[in-house]
Every structure is written in C-alpha cells, then in structure tokens.
C-alpha cells in the first residue's frame, strides 16, 4: 500500500486514488478525450461514466491491497488533472512495476508528469521495496520519452507489437530505471 501526498508546483498535489474521485475522474477523462485517445487502448463508453471510474477505482483499490498496483490523481482543488500508475508489480526475484501516467491537456508543460514520475518512483523504492520500474512509450511519443529520461530511465530495447493502441498492435520503446541494489 502506499500513502502520503506530494505537492507538484503550487496548485497541484499527488494523492492516492479513493472512490471519492470518481465524478472528478470521468469529468476529467471526458474533457481529454481526444487527447489521450492516441496514447491509451480503447475505452468502452462506461469508461466516462461516474459508474465506470467508480467500478474502475473499486478493482484498483483491491489490487493495491494485494500489493500488486499502486494509483495516484493528480488534483487541484476539486478536479483531477493527472493520473499516475505502478502496474504488474512483480516481486520475488523481480522487484519490479510498469510506470503509466496522463496529465490534463490544459495543464501540459508545467512538469507535473515529470514530478509524478519521480514521487511514483520514490515510493517504489521507500514505501513498495522494488528494485526496478519500467515504462514503455509509442515510438513517437516524443514528450513521455523525455519525461522518462529526465526521471532517471534508461531506454532498453524496442518491442515490435507490443501493446493494442488505438486499433492496432504498435510497436513500443522500452525504459527502465534501477532504483536501488538491495538485495530481493
Ligand atoms: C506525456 C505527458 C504525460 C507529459 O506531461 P507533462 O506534464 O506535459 O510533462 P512535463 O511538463 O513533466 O515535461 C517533461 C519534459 O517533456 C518535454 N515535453 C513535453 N511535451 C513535449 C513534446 N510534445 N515534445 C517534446 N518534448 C516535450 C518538456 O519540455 C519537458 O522537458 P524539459 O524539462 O527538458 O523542457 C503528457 O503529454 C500526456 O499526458 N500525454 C498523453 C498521455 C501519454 O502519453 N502518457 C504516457 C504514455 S507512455
């Protein structure tokens, strides 16, 4: 489990999800539609739906307390403009999660996913206890990439069909970041 808030810049803090976010998640996936359609795999239409994120946030919540994933909003205020993820935490000899992370359209360049990235990562060394985070981005998702290399990771190799995105199987370049040498 993880716990604690970040402030990122003046207005904006990290949180972990509750259910309570629910209304302010389907609103803010609702108003970046179009903006996160290219990046994220298909969503079905009860994804914009309060009942949606509700049954959404229920199913990640229970993930977290099996120590397998870990969600964060980003809010200011009473509106969500960011989400960040640890996905696929995998312990044993592995110590490892998948990075994912969106930030609003109206709150772009501003550093947020970079200060998101970073907290994600820290709490995967303090608070989780792994030993590795990865990420994959699209090829030409130029901006997650340098989120990425600015956060400490280190591109690894390149995944031919890797992920269902948008309609079709696209090929993804692979990050990773080595937290710590601690033994698993
Ligand atoms: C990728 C994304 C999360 C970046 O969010 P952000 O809060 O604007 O990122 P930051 O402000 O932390 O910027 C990080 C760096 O990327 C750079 N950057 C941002 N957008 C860029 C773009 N379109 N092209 C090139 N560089 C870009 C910034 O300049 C900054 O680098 P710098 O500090 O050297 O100037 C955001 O564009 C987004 O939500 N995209 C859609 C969803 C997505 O792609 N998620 C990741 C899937 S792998």
Not at 4 to 33: S, Y
Not at 171 to 183: A, E, T
């Amino acid at each position: 489990m993880i716990s604690g808030e970040v402030p990122l810049g003046a207005d904006v803090l990290m949180r972990p999800v509750t259910l309570d976010d629910a209304a302010a998640l389907a609103r803010a996936h609702r108003r970046n539609r179009a903006h996160l359609e290219p990046w994220d795999p298909e969503r079905p239409a009860a994804f914009y739906t309060v009942q949606g994120q509700t049954d959404r946030i229920r199913g990640q919540l229970e993930e977290a307390g099996a120590g397998r994933s870990a969600h964060w909003v980003l809010v200011d205020g009473g509106e969500v403009v960011g989400h960040t993820a640890l996905s696929n935490i995998v312990l044993g000899p592995v110590r490892c999660a998948n990075l994912g992370y969106w930030i609003d359209a109206e709150y772009l360049g501003r550093g947020l996913a970079s200060g998101a990235a970073a907290a994600a990562c820290e709490a995967a060394d303090r608070q989780l206890g792994l030993h590795r985070v990865e990420a994959g981005t699209l090829l030409h998702n130029v901006a997650s990439q340098r989120v990425l290399t600015k956060c400490g990771f280190k591109e690894y190799g390149l995944a031919p069909g890797f992920l269902y995105i948008n309609g079709a199987w696209r090929d993804h370049r692979l990050f990773q970041r080595i937290l710590n040498d601690r033994p698993a």
